[in-house]
């Protein structure tokens, strides 16, 4: 069967990592994928997680099956972490899933099979994962004009533009915090005028939520959301803990959806579990449900999760004022009131070729760069260098 099919190529956030990692060069600094890295460049497991799994491994005494939606103990806790007290509990309808990828791939299937012929509208630019999973689940998709290079923030006049053609029924796939590629997140004003155009046209928005607590912190990343949940009828969220929780590869994340159809949600996405994987895993969820139920690990977590976020804050600043030395301008100032672990340098595919192949200096193709992948030691260098190739 295989013999004469040419496998899909990898996205570019994949193909950097092989890249990345088959570079024999000493000093090569990854700025690609997005994982969060120490000042000393480590990505070590978060000692809250290290403490909820030891307490796990103590108490546990069986790993028998245990729901198609996993733990509810853990859905709740994630329905409290996201949605705080914005919407009833009895409004939302969760299930867990492989990671945020896993919830936002639970997401369109459903809406495929429900609605099979409503368009989801992307922001542009957008994760390469979002349009990749639309395209394979055939369904139609437009792109919204979102980030805009000049100022290194939004084109809200564009994006209002584009959003206002969209239908009943449609699906408005925003991202929740820390825009992935662009670093350039909504302010609260930016989701009440989403809500308006929501309820004014029946669309649906769609919530991406992989980076909360990267942004501004735990409660302020999840405003927008929040104001979303609690003024419309629906809204679709796909969870990721790969980032805050530090559990990249034990692939946490769950589907929340806001609706007034609760139990009937709840059994589509247990029947949408079931025929793609059938049971979620369970470890990293049962994870992140002893630290959210706990007052100490909770604690913990929650000044882990600051020192990460002021690390990353730390590198923006640090990054932005190395190149206004470089270069003598302010030109790459935006890099300070970004948001996360992203921001579209301005670079194009070749600049960013001649980067890695020059330099050493691996970030996306369209010039995305990991801020949080920067360290006290690289930043130097990674200014130079970005100083002379992006002159
Ligand atoms: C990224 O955007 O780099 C991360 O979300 C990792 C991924 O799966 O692409």
Same mark, same amino acid.
């Given at each position: 069967? #295989?013999?004469?099919?040419? @496998?899909?190529? @990898?996205?570019?956030?994949?193909?950097?990592?092989?890249? #990345?990692?088959?570079?024999?060069?000493?000093?090569?600094?990854?700025?690609?994928? !997005?994982?969060?890295?120490? @000042?000393? !460049?480590?990505?070590?497991?978060?000692?809250?997680?290290?403490?909820?799994?030891?307490?796990?491994?103590?108490?546990?005494?069986?790993?028998?099956?245990?729901?198609?939606?996993?733990?509810?103990?853990?859905?709740?806790?994630?329905?409290?972490?996201?949605?705080?007290?914005?919407?009833?509990?009895?409004?939302?309808?969760?299930?867990?899933?492989? !990671?945020?990828?896993?919830?936002?791939?639970?997401?369109?299937?459903?809406?495929?099979?429900?609605?099979?012929?409503?368009?989801?509208?992307?922001?542009?630019?957008?994760?390469?994962?979002?349009?990749?999973?639309?395209?394979?689940?055939?369904?139609?998709?437009?792109?919204?004009?979102?980030?805009?290079?000049?100022?290194?923030?939004?084109?809200?006049?564009?994006?209002?533009?584009d959003l206002a053609r969209v239908g009943r029924g449609d699906l408005i796939l925003l991202h929740g915090c820390c825009h992935n590629p662009t670093g350039a997140d909504l302010l609260l004003d930016d989701w009440q005028e989403v809500a308006a155009l929501c309820a004014r046209t029946g669309a649906i928005p769609f919530v991406d939520m992989a980076y909360q607590g990267f942004?501004?912190?735990?409660?302020?990343?999840?405003?927008?959301?929040?104001?979303?949940?609690?003024?419309?009828?629906?809204?679709?969220?796909?969870?990721?803990?790969?980032?805050?929780?530090?559990?990249?590869?034990?692939?946490?994340?769950?589907?929340?959806?806001?609706?007034?159809?609760?139990?009937?949600?709840?059994?589509?996405?247990?029947?949408?579990?079931?025929?793609?994987?059938? #049971?979620?895993?369970?470890?990293?969820?049962?994870?992140?449900?002893?630290?959210?139920?706990?007052?100490?690990?909770?604690?913990?977590?929650?000044?882990?999760?600051?020192?990460?976020?002021?690390?990353?804050?730390?590198?923006?600043?640090?990054?932005?004022?190395?190149?206004?030395?470089?270069?003598?301008?302010?030109? #790459?100032?935006?890099?300070?009131?970004?948001?996360?672990?992203?921001?579209?340098?301005?670079?194009?595919?070749?600049?960013?070729?001649?980067?890695?192949?020059?330099?050493?200096?691996?970030?996306?193709?369209?010039?995305?760069?990991?801020?949080?992948?920067?360290? @006290?030691?690289?930043?130097?260098?990674?200014?130079?260098?970005?100083?002379?190739?992006?002159?």
């Amino acid at each position: 069967m #295989f013999e004469t099919v040419t @496998p899909p190529e @990898p996205d570019k956030i994949i193909r950097l990592m092989g890249m #990345f990692a088959a570079d024999t060069r000493t000093g090569k600094v990854d700025l690609g994928v !997005g994982v969060y890295r120490s @000042p000393e !460049g480590k990505t070590p497991v978060m000692a809250a997680v290290k403490q909820a799994e030891e307490r796990i491994w103590t108490a546990q005494d069986s790993k028998s099956y245990v729901g198609l939606r996993g733990d509810l103990g853990y859905l709740d806790a994630m329905r409290h972490l996201i949605l705080g007290q914005s919407v009833p509990a009895d409004r939302v309808a969760g299930a867990g899933t492989p !990671g945020g990828t896993g919830a936002v791939r639970q997401v369109l299937e459903t809406v495929h099979r429900l609605a099979p012929s409503a368009t989801v509208w992307i922001s542009d630019p957008t994760w390469p994962n979002h349009p990749a999973i639309i395209d394979h689940l055939g369904q139609k998709r437009q792109s919204y004009r979102y980030y805009d290079a000049a100022t290194g923030g939004i084109d809200r006049t564009g994006m209002m533009a584009d959003l206002a053609r969209v239908g009943r029924g449609d699906l408005i796939l925003l991202h929740g915090c820390c825009h992935n590629p662009t670093g350039a997140d909504l302010l609260l004003d930016d989701w009440q005028e989403v809500a308006a155009l929501c309820a004014r046209t029946g669309a649906i928005p769609f919530v991406d939520m992989a980076y909360q607590g990267f942004g501004l912190g735990l409660e302020e990343d999840a405003a927008g959301v929040r104001l979303l949940a609690a003024t419309l009828p629906e809204v679709l969220i796909a969870a990721s803990c790969s980032k805050n929780f530090g559990l990249y590869r034990e692939r946490v994340g769950a589907v929340l959806i806001v609706t007034t159809g609760k139990a009937a949600a709840e059994g589509v996405l247990a029947g949408m579990n079931r025929q793609n994987f059938a #049971f979620p895993p369970d470890h990293g969820a049962r994870v992140v449900q002893e630290i959210l139920g706990d007052e100490t690990l909770g604690a913990l977590w929650r000044g882990e999760l600051d020192g990460m976020r002021r690390t990353m804050e730390g590198n923006r600043r640090a990054l932005a004022e190395a190149l206004r030395e470089e270069t003598g301008s302010d030109r #790459f100032g935006f890099l300070a009131a970004h948001r996360g672990m992203f921001s579209l340098i301005g670079a194009t595919s070749t600049q960013v070729d001649r980067l890695r192949e020059v330099h050493g200096i691996y970030l996306v193709g369209d010039g995305r760069m990991n801020v949080a992948g920067l360290t @006290p030691d690289t930043i130097p260098r990674v200014a130079q260098a970005l100083a002379e190739v992006l002159a």
